[in-house]
């Protein structure tokens, strides 16, 4: 069996999810000015301990694949989480909630399902997995965080250090893309399979809908 390459991937599981991805009603609401106050701290507190969970599973698979291209990769997307961590604080302040608040705060089960998958591909998966899964999903995930970042400075007065953290991720680091492919074809060249890659994919993009959906759960 001939392996596709990582672009020829990474252009059909786009595609793929593409073709799933369904309007995010906490975001279209944000924009609409409909989401109360209180959800901003939901939105706060779930991120917290997404971005450090997730800082964690990237330091883990920096750890597990520590060989080029994968090592500077993996490594690269922990310390974002750790600048990530240091921005979020400014929107809880924003929002007036302490660290005690966020530590505090209930998860929502669906909304912590996307830093669960991950964490398990961190221990069980393949470098290309992670890769491709981030690789796939980041255009949306940037584009929502672009849109709620301009929702929150016009529709409920929040600065632009308040929104440092949607900001942030608006946009993918320089080189992003091609390192991520650099990590997938390093991987298939050793022997990972692609399909169980283009499934992470599927599978993360579900996990960050549930997300967003449970942020939006029980709304009018």
Known sequence: MT????????????????????ANRFVDLLESGEIP????AWLACEEYRIVGSDRRSFALLAARFPEEPAG?????????????????????????ESEKNLRAYEPKPLAQAYPAYLAQRAVFGTSSEVALAMLA??????????????????????DEKAVGFFTFFSESPPGFEEQALSVIESGLAAGDDPEEAARAARLLHAYETAFWDALAEGLP
């Open 37 to 40: 106050r209180e959800r901003l």
């Open 3 to 22: 392996h596709p390459c990582a672009a020829e991937l990474a252009a059909r599981v786009r595609g793929e999810l593409a073709l799933l991805t369904t």
């Open 72 to 96: 500077e990769f993996f490594l690269g997307l922990a310390q974002g989480e750790g600048q990530a961590s240091k921005l979020l604080d400014d929107f809880a302040a924003a929002l007036g």
């Open 137 to 158: 999903n980041l255009e949306e995930w940037g584009s929502y965080c672009s849109r709620t970042a301009r929702a929150l400075r016009a529709n409920y007065g929040l």
